[in-house]
């Protein structure tokens, strides 16, 4: 049954965002650059000691520019690769409906934790999942199918950094669903293809 709630739970994602996944992520590369005050901002944010310490200081950049929440991501991952997976969950639950362009963002900036970015906010706004895991793929010039094999290999790491992002968040809380490759590929894939799934027979 759970299998199924997912699956129908991640279906509802991929036809809502089956035509705006390549917007989002072209939207994300041809963002406005970051004003220098934002940046100051942002070098300040991920000075400011652990990786949930700066993940919590760039929610709260991101919570006075919802509108640059993908842009502010990348470039605080990128000067603080180390808070990556901290700094996409928190800024995935304070902007949810920016989550596949959030997950582009900062994989694009430390494709090496790809995998991990993308569990992270997949569990985080699960309704997304297919969108970021398409978005993640596109990001990084992978195959959705291992961009879905190594997220799912980083679930467990994932729902602690979720679980941590929500405690300091304001959140109240999230029901976090694990990356499953078998439910998510096909529809991430569906997403990506700018198609809807086929029907399950």
Known sequence: MARNAMSNLLVGAAFSLVLTTSGIVMAQDAAPALSPALTASIQAATSAGTPAEVAT????????????????????????????????????????????????????????QAGLIAAVVAQAVPSSAAAVIAAVATATNTSVASVTAAASAANATASTVVAQAVATSSVAQVTTTPVN?????????????????????
Not at 65 to 94: E, H, S
Not at 187 to 193: G, I, P, R, S
């Open 181 to 201: 490759a078998t439910t998510v590929t096909p529809l991430a894939q569906a997403v990506l293809n700018n198609a809807p799934p086929a029907s399950p027979h």
């Open 57 to 112: 200081a760039v929610a709260a950049l991101v919570a006075e520019n919802p509108g640059q929440a993908a842009a502010i991501a990348g470039a605080a991952a990128a000067a603080d690769p180390a808070a990556a997976a901290q700094i996409a969950a928190a800024v995935a639950l304070a902007v949810p409906s920016s989550a596949a362009s959030i997950a582009a963002a900062v994989a694009q900036a430390v494709p090496a």
